[in-house]
């Protein structure tokens, strides 16, 4: 009893340190500066912009665009950009830019949603794999190392055909292709910081290892993550556009940006309907590069060995 | 410094295997003396698709092999004349047909043609599982053949309505290359590298997924062409270079499906596009027999009736065809022998609805759409569809399907008349496409294997097998027509629009370009006597 | 030395059989067989069961998942590669024949991102903080931000169809005499998976430029009066030589799923093309044995990798 409500006790009292040091002037400052520089980097800031208003005209798309994505017309069919249909309209006589804002909720939730989740696999096991070694950790870096290996092509290819192009289905093979390298960039900031002298202290107090691990230790591993998450979201938004144009992405029916990007693989479309591809391809390249954009600004400010 | 030196060693051998490997020999010095050229697609990939299968769908295919008798561009058999046999002769009564070969004509191997050859290759055929149906069902009901001299003669144990089509279609082989060869695994033969025919042309240099050129043979009995075939890879009849191709000058001849495809070659210099109407049925196959949840809902005649009612097909096919297409109301495509008086089903919303309510519709039904293209169009078309159908309370969900098609299609239930059905189902998106009209109504026959959606019906069976008892051409006209009508009232399938197909040569053919036709069957070409200009 | 980089190699050995067993394992739980794929539904449809037996027998479809499985490693190991399903072409005359284009393809974009990344990361690192830096950075981005078919659709559309100055695909024709004849087929797709590979060459280039800047050794030459432009294009020389080696290996899988997008756009007839009508064919000797050529080669980057990086970084002791 005695020795569960010291360990308690020592628990809490970390944390207290803990959080009045972050309270207090070092991270303050730290934070200050870090949101300093990152607002000093002028192409982070744009592209921070850039992507909220994006995020922003997607999530809210019926705030902006009246019509429907999936109601066709067909009395104007492939119609240049006017004062009804801003855009123009696609094959089928649907409103292109209320296709490409409901677009957009599709796709940004696969690139952020496979991001996120391969961030939470690949800190979940990095964490504990880095922390206790041993048969767990040897398992699962040689299973990384399976996937990593694996022509991340392959896998789409293949469990596309198996189980489904739904949207929820390519996040699912997103996920269990890209988890590999957050879990290994997790895993060797873990073995560093194992050798911590408040781990080793942690770990004397006899506190439980999830709690060591996932409490005191996980925090300090993510910096690098949040970086990844952004870079790796612009990633698999354009794997996304290349799985459709290879005819293996997302259903047809369901737009995305990939899927109205891909209706520019008819040539007669790319020369003659330049609405129904410029948009949304500029759409996509704007989006991504704001993404890389923000995720620089975020690496130069969390990793010192880019200061200067 | 020794560690580095060794890195940068490492790094540039790797750099050079790579290198070794990519500055592969250069291909030998080609005649460049002016050949003429014609460009054209359909190239093999991985290997020369057999002429049993598709016979005319691949440009090589046309040009390498010859058959034994041939057909005009209408498939109108050309009465006496052939190709590999110089005359022909059917018997009183249909049931015997005698080849006479040609004397002296030579594979392009130079080993001379033999009736045995041809019986071989006939024999064989009917052990191949991929033939094409209309071959297959004529050589089923081959009962002997016998060689007498130079000629040929098939007899046949009972009528076989497309002999005739059949044999300006199918392909002899030359025997001795298969000698080896199990009749499953025809297709995977050496001999599909590079094919030794007998057409007018014969392969000169096969690069696969590059290029193959054919040059002329010179000892064709129909005399020789002056130039040389070079062939695009692409897959049967669907090239998605078709455009850039052509736009780049490299498709002399061509012919494609896709609207989208003539829209961007109209206007371009130099290049001709033909529209040709072709036996090609874009359908609903409607699964009427019951399933686990109880009756089908499509049994009922009135809510077929009123499915077709509810579509605008003219409007729809004006949107995404730009009127290339017509609206069906038979499976039967729009020809001379055709009845006039067929209903057409014009687009009426009140007779829809009229119809859905007599038959006691329940609005609650979803109907269940499959569909197996994974093209963009089919995924507009099935959105159209959605929205019109919702205009009369029908309801209707469509999904791809993908994997084993054949049982998930066309499995039949044990049970013809009753069900259950053996497939999961209401509706199924295909097309037909069909070399003899036969081919449209058969599958419909009580007990066909692939009959997996319509109950048996003794009416439809008797109409069906009053078109295939007789060779008299107004009496297979007659019946047909009682059996389109039926089809036009009954609606066991829901015809929806056919498609042509669009055949495109450039201005660089100058003399001899044939009749427009069916360019996916062969008919009487005689390209060793079409004439190139620059 | 030698004892380092075999026990990397032997070490490679339990992960490919692993990873191709897991291959295996997905083509099989692949709706439909070869056969299904191979000829038409209805065609199919038709057949009897004991003739739909005899042709998958003789693809050697009946045998159990797990008995076929290791009966194609057993012939891998003896060095038969097997027949293509399709064609019945050996699989090793396939590979052979679409292999040399793919690496000529591979060769010519890591060059051309080697060199147009290292160039522009070295020079961003000498202007740093001006425009031309800026502008360096902005155009990598959009480089890396464009959809590689989409930027590849668009080149064809300028440069083949409207400017007529290059072949819109193919790899060659029957009038191309040598090498040089055929480096107009070469050009467009190679550029384009180039460029898209030339920002984080860039980016790598530019930092370890900063790097070596800062150095002590710099400052020395510096101060000794050399010339500017001697200390930035010796030291940029050696800057760029090592994103050379190292990408080399990281740029190996976008190289390889370059390869399948790049390859169909510009109707290249390399390995990736063949791959992916392989799979949609399951045509199962040919995906396998194309799927261990790229696991084999993402796995050797990354040992050479290793290898490389070990060598030249005194710090990590090769007799480990």
Known sequence: MITLSSKKRFDKKLDKIRDTKISQSANKKQSNRALRKLLNNRLAVIGGIVFAIIVIMCFFAPLFTSYDPLAIDMTKISKAPSMTNILGTDQVGRDIFTRILYGGRISIMIGFGSALGCAAVGVLLGCYSGFKGGLIDKVLVRISEVFMAFPQLILVLMLAAIIGRSASNIIFIFILTGWGSVFRMVRSQMLSIREEEYVQSLKVFGINDLIICYKHMMPNALGPILVNITLSTAMFILEEAALSYLGLGVAPEIATWGNILNSSQQLHTLQNYWWAWLPVGITISLFVMSINFVGDGLRDTTDPSQQG | MKKRLLAVLLASMLFLTGCGAGGEKAPEVTDATETNVLYTNGGPIEFFETPWLNPGTFFYNKVLFDRLIVADENLMTIEGEGQLAETYEVSEDGMSIKFNLREGITWHDGEAITPEDIKWSIEYAQLVPALNPVINSTFSAISEMTIDGNSLTVNFSKLAPDALLAFTQFSPLPQKYFVDVEPAGFQQADFWQSPVGSGPFKVKEVQMNNYTTLEAFPEYWGGAADYTIQLSPSAGDSDENFVANAQAGKMDYGYTRSIDDIKALEGVEGMNIEQVDVRYTRLFFLNKFPNADGDSPLADVKVRQALLYALDMQAILDGVFDGAANPANSLTPNAADKPTDLNNYEYDVEKAKALLAEANWNPDTVLDVVYYYTDQLTVDLMTIIQSYWSQVGVTMEFRLVEGDLASILWSAPTDPVNGPSAVEWDICYAANAALSLHEYYDRYQTGQAINSHTPSDPTLDALIEATNNTLDPTEITEAFHALQRYENENLFVLPLYYQPVFVVTSDKITKGAPAVGNPQWNYNWDIQNWELGK | ?320
């Not at chain 3, 090793?92 to 060199?115: D, Y």
């Not at chain 3, 950075?137 to 300028?158: K, R």
């Not at chain 3, 980016?203 to 101060?223: F, G, P």
């Not at chain 3, 990281?250 to 799923?257: D, N, S, V, W």
Request: charged share 15%; aromatic share 10%.
């Open chain 3, 1 to 320: 030395m030698f004892k380092y980089i075999i026990k990397k190699i032997i070490g490679m050995i339990p992960m490919l059989i692993i990873i191709t067993f897991l291959i295996y394992l997905l083509l099989e739980m692949t709706p439909g067989d070869a056969v299904s794929r191979m000829m038409d539904p209805e065609a199919i449809a038709r057949l009897s069961e004991q003739e739909l037996t005899a042709i998958r027998e003789l693809y050697g479809l009946n045998d159990p998942f797990i008995i076929r499985y290791f009966k194609w490693l057993f012939q891998i190991m003896q060095g038969n590669f097997g027949t293509s399903i399709t064609s019945g072409v050996p699989v090793s005359t396939i590979i052979g024949r679409a292999l040399p284009a793919t690496i000529e393809l591979a060769i010519a974009a890591l060059f051309i991102s080697t060199f147009l990344g290292s160039v522009l990361g070295v020079l961003g690192a000498i202007r740093k903080g001006t425009m031309t830096d800026n502008l360096l950075t902005f155009a990598g981005m959009i480089g890396v931000s464009i959809p590689q078919f989409f930027f590849g659709m668009v080149c064809i559309l300028i440069f083949s169809l409207n400017l007529e100055w290059l072949p819109v695909g193919g790899r060659t024709d029957p009038s191309v005499v040598n090498f040089f004849d055929r480096i107009q087929y070469l050009v467009l797709p190679s550029l384009v998976l180039g460029i898209t590979m030339t920002a984080g060459v860039m980016r790598y280039a530019r930092s370890s430029m900063l790097d070596t800047m800062n150095k002590e050794y710099i400052r020395t030459a510096r101060s000794k009066g050399i010339p500017e432009w001697r200390v930035n294009l010796v030291h940029g020389f050696r800057v760029s030589l090592t994103p050379v080696i190292v990408l080399v290996g990281f740029r190996l899988p976008t190289l390889i799923a370059g390869s399948v997008v790049i390859e169909s756009i510009f109707q290249w007839p390399g390995i990736g093309n063949t791959f992916s009508s392989a799979i949609r064919a399951s045509n199962y000797n040919l995906v396998m044995m194309i799927a261990l050529i790229f696991v084999f080669m993402v796995l050797f980057a990354s040992t050479f990798v290793d290898i490389i990086t070990a060598l030249l970084d005194p710090r990590v002791k090769l007799e480990k």
